[in-house]
């Protein structure tokens, strides 16, 4: 075509492709400056390089009595041990510190290093060497499996210690070494931090105790003080969580068609402490489970950045077994998720799997429970492709949890994000409860993974959502009473 023909036209399509020009350069910054997760091949990732060792062995700390080791050198040598004599140059050890071995004062310890600010001393009656900061100063010692030396802290981690073996000569290292190419050889001389060569060693901060804690989220909200009836509120739960309409479109379908007028922020309370209710039932309800159990992350947005919820899954029985949220990315929140599905045994079976990707959170996890003698299988899908007989075989269960988290994206993301943290909890836990008893799923011949006869007296879905609140009420008071 000439542009000589048609000037004005050739003039709108000229502009139309700089506004084109600026509008796809403005959204590649937004994408390159965005947190969110990017698209990344699995199988590009070094997973593989974080292993998990066995347990060290653990020392008891010996303890001793500076009193009777004083009257043990009195008696042998004729004279009394007499506290460190410092100079008047010579920074002072504070009364506060003792020795973690025989309580001996700060009279008698010395600074080894000469420096206060170091906190590395020794004691004069016992020779215990020690930093009063370091493990050395509780009651165990972690000690190499493999050289029985004992173990050095090389760095805190939110939720764990990492504790590291640095004998070269521990045959698990000389292992190590042996075991190179000669490729790998000659990168380990260039950079080491490439290659795990030491035994390692993590302690966590978790004891099983703490698991046991469920989060919750306040609500203000009583359901028997609400203005609308059992069955509008069932309208309400029925439109923002079996269709995942936002609470906006909620009310405005409210009053559209019901010409009932209600807030979207009403909606929101109200959904809330309707989460709050039936989170001990969906939670702790006794499910008949099979063998076949995934795990996996997705990411929800609250407040403009992204966060994580942690879904395990019951892949034949197609139960939702936990639906942990957190903010990050981390082996506290893999620790409990795998809680929720280990805890409704009341035996952990033998052949324990449980399928999930290459994060190293969970291996991580086992290594928690390893340590709590509860053992288990994790089996690691990795990448994209089937590369090993691995993958090969558990890949189904993989993209079984994939299509779970495809289904919560479509519900959740009509919602636009939360505004606080207890916004997902509160959607999480209604998604969960909805999708466990109320959703029909077609592999199941269209009927819901849990059947609740109760629920099959309801006419409707609306009157369902209220019966399934009645029975949740019963439930909590059963376990109170029990």
């Known amino acids: 075509m000439s542009t000589s023909l048609y000037p004005e036209l050739w003039e709108i399509i000229n502009t139309q492709q700089q506004f084109i020009a600026l509008?796809?350069?403005?959204?590649?910054?937004i994408y390159a400056n965005s947190k969110a997760p990017r698209p990344t091949d699995i199988a590009d990732l070094d997973y593989q390089k974080m292993t998990v060792d066995e347990l060290p062995k653990v020392v008891e700390m010996e303890k001793l009595d500076y009193k009777e080791l004083l009257q043990e050198h009195l008696h042998q040598t004729g004279k009394p041990l007499k506290p460190v004599q410092r100079r008047a140059s010579s920074p002072t050890v504070s009364s506060a510190i003792h020795c973690p071995r025989c309580q001996a004062p700060a009279d008698y310890l010395y600074l080894n290093n000469g420096k206060s600010n170091n906190d590395q001393y020794l004691c004069k009656v016992c020779a215990n060497l020690f930093n009063y900061k370091n493990r050395y100063t509780k009651e165990v010692i972690f000690q190499?499996?493999?050289?029985?030396?004992?173990?050095?802290?090389?760095?805190?981690?939110?939720?764990?210690?990492?504790?590291?073996?640095?004998?070269?000569?521990?045959?698990?290292?000389?292992?190590?070494?042996?075991?190179?190419?000669?490729?790998?050889?000659?990168?380990?001389?260039?950079?080491?931090?490439?290659?795990?060569?030491?035994?390692?060693?993590?302690?966590?901060?978790?004891?099983?105790?703490?698991?046991?804690?469920?989060?919750?989220?306040?609500t203000k909200v009583r359901l028997n003080k609400i203005h609308s009836s059992p069955y509008v509120?069932?309208?309400?739960?029925t439109y923002h969580v079996n269709y995942g309409l936002s609470a906006e479109k909620t009310a405005a379908l409210m009053y559209d068609v019901h010409q009932l007028k209600i807030s979207g922020q009403t909606i929101r309370n109200y959904a809330r402490t309707v989460a709050h209710w039936v989170q001990p039932l969906t939670d702790y309800y006794p499910y008949e489970l099979s063998d076949q159990f995934c795990g996996d992350e997705t990411y929800i947005r609250v407040q403009g950045k992204w966060h994580y919820i942690y879904f395990f899954f019951d892949a034949e029985k197609k139960i939702i077994l936990s639906h942990r949220y957190n903010r990050h990315r981390d082996t506290e929140t893999a620790i409990k998720a795998i809680h929720d599905v280990i805890r409704r045994f009341k035996q952990v079976p033998d052949a324990l799997q449980l399928v999930v990707d290459g994060n190293p959170i969970y291996k991580l996890a086992q290594a928690f429970y390893a340590q709590n003698g509860i053992d288990f299988e994790v089996i690691q899908v990795i990448g994209l492709t089937n590369k090993d007989k691995v993958s090969q075989e558990y890949r189904p269960l993989k993209q079984i949890i994939e299509r779970l988290n495809r289904t919560f994206k479509g519900n959740y993301k009509p919602l636009g994000g939360f505004h606080s943290g207890a916004g997902p909890l509160a959607h999480v836990?209604?998604?969960?409860?909805?999708?466990?008893?109320?959703?029909?799923?077609?592999?199941?011949?269209?009927?819901?993974?849990?059947?609740?006869?109760?629920?099959?007296?309801?006419?409707?879905?609306?009157?369902?959502?209220?019966?399934?609140?009645?029975?949740?009420?019963?439930?909590?008071?059963?376990?109170?009473?029990s």
């Not at 190179?180 to 060693?201: A, C, D, G, P, V």
């Not at 509120?233 to 739960?237: T, V």
């Not at 999708?435 to 199941?444: D, I, S, T, V």
């Open 23 to 29: 509008l796809v350069y403005q959204l590649s910054s």
């Open 144 to 218: 190499c499996p493999h050289c029985e030396k004992n173990l050095v802290k090389i760095k805190d981690r939110k939720g764990f210690d990492i504790y590291k073996c640095l004998n070269k000569a521990c045959p698990y290292y000389k292992k190590r070494l042996k075991s190179l190419s000669k490729k790998e050889l000659k990168q380990f001389k260039k950079n080491k931090s490439l290659f795990k060569m030491h035994y390692i060693y993590r302690n966590f901060d978790l004891t099983l105790s703490d698991l046991e804690a469920v989060p919750d989220f306040e």
């Open 233 to 237: 509120l069932g309208l309400i739960l």
């Open 429 to 481: 836990t209604l998604f969960t409860t909805y999708f466990n008893f109320l959703r029909p799923h077609a592999k199941l011949e269209k009927n819901v993974p849990v059947l609740l006869p109760e629920l099959n007296e309801c006419p409707d879905m609306p009157q369902k959502w209220v019966k399934l609140l009645h029975m949740s009420e019963n439930f909590i008071k059963k376990r109170q009473a």
